[in-house]
């Protein structure tokens, strides 16, 4: 089956310390996306990729790195920069062809 | 700045009718998709609308008018599983990115 996954779907961590969110897309897509969403708030644009070994920053790009060495993979890294960084985290992916875009489960991360 | 206005909550029973609007301010507007998403969940498409006028898709209907900068969800025969938050966002041009622009979500409660 196509789709997106991410891992873990729970990721606790102490402060000060950096941490990597998963997503791989097995849909072939050049597009991907990193959102953040806070409680009762809409999907924030942390980073994209159009194709592989570019990206760009979101409207909240601060304290959070990405890379995109291949296609399938775009792992999210939230550093110790992030001032806030509890939130639940979604990835997405889109074909040049539509603008549609497609959502993995997302993983919650929790700053203790 | 950008941003799309949708309702924060819309209450509605069984078998009725419902509208979702969403008024946006974007520069690079190119069209209108719309977005479910239960609690806890990944947001799963449900339309889009690049032009002005209706699209329907089952029992889901979505509207676009570009001149208003304006557009709406439309449920009917709305059932207890269509209890979720629903958000619009807007596609960007921006050069060889779509971006999507979302708006904050309305949350839909279906009453028996």
């Known amino acids: 089956d196509g789709g997106i996954t991410q891992s873990p779907k729970y990721l606790f961590r102490k402060e000060g310390q950096n941490v990597t969110l998963s997503c791989e897309q097995n849909?072939?897509?050049?597009?991907m996306y990193w959102y953040r969403q806070d409680p009762g708030q809409g999907l924030r644009l942390i980073y994209y990729s159009q194709i592989v070994n570019d990206f760009q920053k979101g409207d909240i790009a601060e304290g959070y790195s990405v890379s995109r060495e291949k296609k399938e993979s775009f792992p999210l890294t939230v550093t110790s920069a992030q001032k806030n960084p509890t939130a639940f985290y979604l990835c997405a992916s889109k074909s040049g062809s539509t603008d549609t875009q497609y959502f993995g489960p997302g993983t919650r991360l929790t700053v203790l | 700045g950008q941003s799309l206005e949708q309702p924060s909550e819309v209450t509605a029973v069984e078998g009725a009718i419902v509208q979702i609007n969403c008024t946006y301010q974007?520069?690079?507007?190119?069209?209108l998709s719309w977005y479910q998403q239960h609690d806890g969940g990944a947001p799963t498409f449900l339309s889009y609308n690049a032009l002005d006028g209706l699209e329907e898709t089952g029992r889901f209907s979505s509207f676009l008018s570009r001149s208003d900068s304006y557009g709406y969800l439309l449920l009917q025969e709305l059932q207890m599983k269509d209890s979720a938050s629903y958000f619009c966002a807007a596609t960007l041009s921006g050069g060889a990115t779509n971006k999507l622009i979302f708006g904050t979500g309305t949350l839909l409660a279906v009453q028996p």
């Open positions: 849909l072939n897509h050049d597009a």
């Open positions: 974007t520069s690079g507007f190119y069209g």
